[in-house]
């Protein structure tokens, strides 16, 4: 056996089929054994892989035991010559592994114990972690405070990825991405499995240390180039990333570094995880609250300069409001303005103005209620409310105004990029194009069956976003496309037997995943947030009720349990019940009761279930979960 290749899968079932139908076309020509070790996934992954990819030695954990020990499990097993770790959201060419495999066979190339390959993400950018150095408390300092991502191409503070060596270039280098991992099996059983004290991160750190101390080398080889969706980029927006990488930092110094060296690196990784995880929370806070922090802001000094128009020039009195009036009462009213507008998708793109207008309009009949029961000392100004609602929905307007200019440079709130699609395939465009229409935003689709004129056919009708057909062409072709066409355009990858679309437009996130559900009513974000709110609004209501329903509902403690998780997000009051839907629609939560609650009598096969549970999707709204809920209430508690 020439080759064990090792994928290591959680919950990614669409990456890991593509990552899967590109490994079968690189090994035609070689001895290999493909093993994919799943952490308990609960999207149907396993099902996918026995039904599509018979012939993959399956290692199905009951729970997720990280990456170390999965890798682990499949690595005893192997009987390669080489293993290769390869990660679920990766897409090889067809001459990868012959490419490596060559490479490392060749006699001059006997001390190389590993090696890794050129990697790029969904946009064609090279990811940087493709090859690295040794994270020395030198070189982590540099990279912990930034000066590293300032000088990328210096020799001194570049060391981390080694910004400063050719990326087209094959070298010498210290440390390898997980990602893919071409490891000699010979070294491996020299210098050990991957050491499970690494749950996630740091791993393939270690390992690549330990090779180059055995007195192996490891390559940084880009005769070859794959796709990784998920580039360490793509991770660094997140808190948990920031824990878990530095105290993987942190392992890896208490095992490989002694004395003051050991100190000094524990500390900075120490100080580290507490600097990166302030300012990953400040960005985050930001980004996702950019919008409602302008809006609160010229809200309120909207209904500031109103305040005190109203007190000098109509009741000419300095002080008629008191501090109370715009320290509590304004800000009161501006939260419920913007909670209201959120409610009414009034901060969803693209932007509407018939949302925000009637987010306003909902928020000042909810101050306008509130108003009527209050005492009298706090009942402010009735015309301050209406001029302070009208001031908030023009500010509203106005910001995203400016937003759609800098965005799009148009001056209307509504415009929105119009996605102009090309599709790149000779037998499956007329499938490509069919779920493009589904998918929806799609102001116009082009085809062409000549890959090598993609670059040409997207220049000439200004694409901004290009479907390629991986049934039609080769993989390697299609990357190599992607690296042509610049980083500018959107790519998508349609595979033989699936309707998910899967790329990745931008670098500050995970692979995108497109699939069927988006053209549904229910997967709207307007409608999901709807029925969250539903979930929450009747979870909540009930709180109070819970003595009465110990008769109303049968199996109450089951009920209890149900409104419990409910509560926490686990479950919706209505959902799919079939197993089929349920692996299908990924943002689909299961139901306590079911869309086909009301036809039991009718004794529907598996097939018809499935259908009704579309057509609820297809066509939601909340008023469908209010109906089944009151007629099936009793039943809360199975």
């Not at 396993?46 to 990819?53: A, D, G, H, I, N």
């Not at 690549?208 to 007195?215: A, D, V």
């Not at 440079?409 to 779920?435: A, F, H, M, P, W």
Request: glycine letters at 6%; one cysteine or more.
């Amino acid at each position: 056996m020439q080759l064990s290749i090792i994928i290591v899968n959680y919950n990614v079932k669409y990456f890991l089929e593509q990552c899967l139908l590109s490994v079968v076309r690189a090994t035609p020509k070689m001895k290999s054994e493909i093993f994919v070790v799943d952490n308990a996934s609960t999207d149907g992954s396993v099902e996918m892989l026995r039904e599509k990819f018979p012939f993959v030695k399956i290692i199905p954990n009951e729970n997720n035991v990280g990456f170390s020990k999965a890798n682990n499990q499949a690595i005893e097993k192997a009987t390669g010559e080489f293993i290769l770790l390869l990660n679920p959201d990766t897409v090889v060419a067809e001459d990868t592994f012959t490419k490596c495999y060559d490479f490392m066979d060749s006699f001059i190339n006997r001390r190389a114990g590993a090696l890794g390959v050129r990697m790029i993400d969904g946009k064609g950018n090279f990811l940087p972690e493709s090859k690295r150095g040794l994270p020395t408390p030198e070189v982590a300092f540099y990279k912990t405070f930034g000066l590293a991502k300032l000088f990328p191409k210096s020799e001194k503070y570049g060391k981390y990825h080694l910004g400063f060596i050719d990326e087209f270039k094959t070298y010498e280098i210290d440390v390898l991405s997980g990602a893919f991992m071409f490891i000699r099996k010979a070294v491996l059983d020299r210098v050990g499995l991957l050491d499970e004290a690494f749950f996630m991160y740091g791993e393939d750190i270690d390992l690549s240390y330990r090779i180059q101390k055995k007195g192996y080398k490891n390559f940084y080889f880009p005769e070859t180039t794959i796709i990784h969706y998920k580039g360490e980029s793509t991770k660094k927006g997140s808190l948990n990333y920031v824990k878990v990488f530095y105290n993987a930092m942190l392992i890896f110094a208490r095992k490989h570094f002694s004395g003051n060296q050991s100190w000094l690196f524990s500390l900075l990784i120490n100080f580290a995880i507490v600097f990166r995880g302030l300012l990953t929370l400040l960005a985050n806070v930001f980004a996702s609250s950019f919008l409602f922090i302008i809006d609160s802001l010229l809200s309120f000094a909207g209904i500031y300069f109103i305040k005190t128009y109203w007190e000098d020039m109509i009741k000419y009195h300095e002080h008629y409001y008191p501090n109370e009036f715009l320290f509590v009462v304004v800000p009161t009213y501006i939260f419920i303005w913007i909670v209201a507008a959120f409610l009414s998708s009034g901060y969803d793109k693209p932007f509407r103005v018939s949302n925000i207008l009637r987010g306003i309009l909902f928020g000042t009949v909810a101050i306008a209620v509130v108003y009527a029961f209050i005492p009298n000392e706090w009942r402010f100004s009735r015309a301050i409310i209406l001029l302070g609602a009208a001031w908030t929905a023009f500010e509203m307007l106005f910001t995203r105004t400016v937003y759609q200019f800098i965005k799009h440079q148009s001056l209307s709130v509504e415009d929105e990029e119009e996605k102009r699609s090309l599709v790149v395939g000779t037998t499956e465009i007329g499938r490509s194009e069919n779920i493009l229409r589904a998918l929806g935003n799609v102001q116009e689709i082009v085809s062409t069956n000549d890959l090598s004129a993609t670059k040409k056919m997207a220049a000439i009708n200004n694409s901004n976003e290009i479907v390629f057909c991986s049934t039609d062409f080769a993989f390697a072709e299609i990357i190599h496309q992607i690296g042509e066409c610049g980083n500018k355009i959107d790519y998508k990858i349609l595979n033989e037997g699936s309707n998910a679309l899967i790329g990745s437009n931008s670098k500050n996130s995970a692979g995108d995943l497109y699939v069927a559900e988006r053209s549904y009513a229910l997967f709207k974000p307007q409608n999901l947030r709807s029925k969250r709110v539903f979930d929450l609004v009747v979870a909540l209501f009930m709180f109070p009720l819970l003595p009465l329903n110990i008769f109303l509902i049968k199996n109450f403690g089951k009920f209890v349990s149900n409104w419990m998780s409910v509560l926490l997000g686990r479950k919706s009051w209505i959902g799919f019940s079939s197993e089929k839907n349920s692996k299908n629609f990924p943002s689909a939560k299961r139901g306590i009761l079911h869309p086909s609650e009301n036809l039991n009598d009718l004794n529907l096969t598996i097939e018809e279930m499935v259908e009704v549970e579309l057509n609820y999707a297809r066509h939601y709204s909340v008023s469908d979960d209010v109906s089944l809920l009151f007629k099936n209430y009793s039943l809360l508690g199975k």
